[in-house]
């Protein structure tokens, strides 16, 4: 069985750590491959096609060559992050006027829906995996610092950036029920985990390699549960 886990920097292990951007060895696919590995699931092959800042424009342009032509059994689609993140360096030039997310969340889902598509199209069983949580907070303290401090204020006056966050989450829930589509609740099950200090990196939007841990470990049941489930119901 081969399982490709498409997504944005959190898939490709990005992390933050003393100040610097990081890809870790110990990202959510590799964890999954060794829990897969330990359950003497031999057969199990998980390829990480996770690129550092894509937005789902990116990922449907790259859906042919990094899944179709791999021909996997499942594709695990994380993305979202980037979409709903804005252009700083505008908003610092234009600060009084109307600014837009990178990827609007009408495109977002129109996006998604289309990657859905083609996925089923080519025998391929997409699997949606909800945003992981970010630590507000330690967001704005990095944007403020790489940027201005008049961001947290621009941002404030929107509800927030765990506002749009959260909201693309939301309607991503939504169409992956619209749509059929197994869903993995990865932002819930991280947040349960443990303390976001210890489970989000300093950047305030990445992970540690426990928050990685933490997401294999909903993927990886996740997927045990829904493959004893397909059996079960193919002897009935």
């Known amino acids: 069985m081969k399982i490709i886990c498409f997504g944005d920097s959190l898939t490709r292990g990005v992390s933050v750590v003393k100040g610097r951007l990081r890809i870790l060895k110990e990202n959510y696919p590799a964890f999954l491959q060794e829990l897969f590995n330990q359950q003497e699931e031999n057969d199990v092959t998980v390829i990480n096609k996770g690129v550092f800042n894509d937005n789902s424009d990116?990922?449907?342009?790259?859906?042919?060559?990094?899944?179709?032509?791999?021909?996997?059994?499942?594709?695990?689609?994380?993305?979202?992050?980037?979409?709903?993140?804005?252009?700083?360096n505008e908003i610092i030039e234009k600060p009084k006027e109307e600014h837009q997310a990178i990827v609007s969340l009408q495109r977002y889902l129109a996006n998604i829906s289309e990657i859905?598509?083609?996925?089923?199209?080519?025998g391929i069983i997409p699997i949606i995996a909800t945003l992981p949580p970010l630590d507000p907070v330690r967001y704005y303290q990095t944007?403020?610092?790489?940027?201005?401090?008049?961001?947290?204020?621009?941002?404030?006056?929107?509800?927030?950036?765990?506002?749009?966050?959260?909201?693309?989450?939301?309607?991503?829930?939504?169409l992956a029920d619209e749509l059929k589509v197994p869903k993995i609740d990865v932002r819930t099950a991280i947040k349960k985990a443990g303390d976001s200090i210890n489970l989000i990196s300093e950047d305030g939007i990445h992970l540690t390699a426990?928050?990685?841990?933490?997401?294999?470990?909903?993927?990886?049941?996740?997927?045990?549960?829904?493959?004893?489930?397909?059996?079960m119901t193919s002897n009935r």
């Open 210 to 231: 426990e928050g990685y841990n933490a997401f294999s470990m909903a993927v990886f049941n996740y997927l045990i549960k829904w493959s004893d489930d397909q059996i």
């Open 116 to 122: 859905v598509k083609k996925m089923r199209d080519s």
């Open 143 to 174: 944007i403020s610092t790489q940027y201005n401090p008049s961001i947290g204020n621009w941002i404030g006056k929107l509800g927030g950036i765990q506002h749009w966050h959260g909201m693309y989450n939301y309607h991503l829930n939504k």
């Open 58 to 88: 990116l990922m449907l342009s790259r859906l042919e060559k990094d899944v179709l032509n791999e021909h996997p059994d499942y594709t695990i689609i994380e993305v979202g992050g980037n979409d709903c993140n804005f252009n700083w």
